[in-house]
């Protein structure tokens, strides 16, 4: 194939050019090359190629107007008619810059295990310190666990771009997990209630629990991601894929969630509470937000980054207003008697309950589309211009589509 001084294959119209350009038979790959010379040429293999173009909205239809049967079939050939002068460096990559293949290495893993450690560090200081300062002694334990799970995030399965909306939403949810059951008793009325930060066993089992699950979470995450891209390589179109990948996912979630399930029995345990005395509603709720930001996560690393913050800020806003209603209750209003037959945890229970479902329901159709699992990711489609949408539709249009056909 000859090129251009630029790099693209020669023969290909420049951007912006009328379909009356293109001079003898309409080669239409070669116009889809000329729009999508940069994907082509950085993708390491195929599936990156059909990753990006579903996410430019090139769907199986579309691929057969281009005489393929699918988007794969059209990728291989994309892939095999532009040159590439690198040599990947990990064929399995996903859209993370990690390779799901390669172990993670004790770095990591200790990383992922540097929450639990100051997590349990700081429920001791709390029951060495007076009651008073214990809600203090909370907090400070909070902040720092909110930070080294940030820094073990940043690299790793459960690394992902654009999620800065996701992080004040995630300490309003730890903050209202460690003081919103008490705040909630004190709004309704009850004047025995005072706030015990870590000193509060359920608060501490979940706080502990989830802290210690980081690292189940991305075994988890790297794991969905290994059979997604596995699956991704032995489909032949679409509709398989979605088909191949959606119980990969629920079995990420169910595995993640009996871990995580385990952690919170066996911190509640540790800590030396009587199983006939377990508050089922509050340990629910504990385990529930951790599932709850789980999914959130994996959404975000695989590009949903915004579906991600809207579905954590959703809950955040139930949760206060919850408060809000706590603090206008009567004296017979509904959320009295519910706190009073579930416990103060149970609006926690509830609402994040609801939440993770929700966020669940959303990433089977999200997290089965083949452009979550691959190396480019475009936030939405560049405009189309006239040669393009002639290849593409066969003939000079008679109005420019503003949008891929689906």
Same mark, same amino acid.
């Given at each position: 194939m000859t090129q251009t001084r630029s790099g693209r294959p020669g023969g290909a119209p420049e951007a912006g050019a009328g379909a009356g350009r293109l001079r003898g038979p309409v080669d239409p790959v070669l116009a889809l090359i000329h729009r999508h010379y940069d994907l082509c040429a950085r993708a390491v293999d195929p599936l990156e190629i059909a990753a990006g173009l579903?996410?430019?909205?090139?769907t199986d239809r579309i691929a057969a107007r281009f005489r393929h049967r699918d988007v #794969?079939?059209? %990728?291989?050939? +994309?892939? %095999? @008619?532009?040159?590439?002068?690198h040599a990947p460096d990990c064929p399995e990559r996903d859209g993370t810059g990690v390779c799901p293949e390669q172990p993670m290495g004790r770095r990591a893993v200790a990383l992922h295990l540097l929450p639990g450690v100051v997590c349990g560090a700081g429920v001791a200081v709390s029951r060495l310190t007076p009651a008073g300062v214990a809600p203090v002694t &909370?907090?400070?334990? +909070? !902040?720092?666990?909110?930070?080294?799970a940030r820094t073990a995030a940043r690299s790793g399965p459960l690394r992902a771009s654009g999620a800065r909306g996701s992080t004040l939403w995630t300490c309003w949810l730890l903050a209202f997990a460690l003081y919103g059951p008490y705040a909630l008793q004190a709004l309704l009325g009850d004047g025995s209630a005072r706030p015990r930060g870590l000193l509060d066993p359920v608060s501490a089992a979940g #706080?502990?629990? @989830?802290?210690?699950?980081? +690292?189940?979470?991305?075994?988890? !995450? @790297?794991?969905? %991601? @290994?059979?997604a891209r596995g699956r991704l390589a032995d489909s032949h179109g679409l509709a398989g894929f979605r088909a191949g990948v959606r119980p990969l996912l629920v079995a990420a979630l169910g595995l993640f969630?009996? !871990?995580l399930l385990a952690l919170v029995a066996a911190a509640y345990a540790l800590l030396g509470h009587?199983?006939?005395?377990?508050?089922?509603?509050?340990?629910?709720? =504990?385990?529930? +937000?951790?599932?709850?930001? #789980?999914?959130?996560?994996?959404?975000?690393?695989?590009?949903?980054?915004?579906?991600?913050?809207? &579905?954590?800020?959703?809950v955040c806003a139930a949760q206060a207003a919850g408060l809000a209603a706590a603090a206008c209750a009567g004296a017979t209003s509904p959320l009295r008697a519910l706190v009073t037959v579930g416990g103060p945890g149970v609006v926690q229970a509830a609402v994040c309950g609801a939440g993770a479902l929700a966020l669940a329901l959303y990433a089977l159709p999200a997290l089965g589309r083949a452009a979550a699992h691959g190396g480019d990711r475009?936030?939405?489609?560049?405009?189309?211009?006239? =040669?393009y949408a002639a290849a593409l539709f066969g003939g000079p249009p008679s109005h420019t589509p503003t949008a891929p056909a689906r």
């Open positions: 579903e996410a430019h909205g090139i #794969f079939t059209l %990728a291989e050939e +994309l892939y %095999a @008619r532009v040159p590439r002068d &909370g907090g400070v334990a +909070l !902040a720092a666990v909110a930070l080294a #706080f502990l629990a @989830r802290a210690l699950a980081l +690292l189940p979470a991305a075994w988890c !995450a @790297r794991r969905f %991601a @290994r059979g969630t009996v !871990a009587r199983v006939d005395g377990v508050d089922l509603v509050g340990l629910t709720g =504990a385990a529930a +937000l951790g599932v709850l930001l #789980f999914t959130a996560q994996l959404l975000a690393v695989h590009g949903f980054a915004p579906a991600a913050a809207w &579905g954590l800020g959703t475009p936030a939405a489609p560049p405009p189309y211009d006239a =040669a």
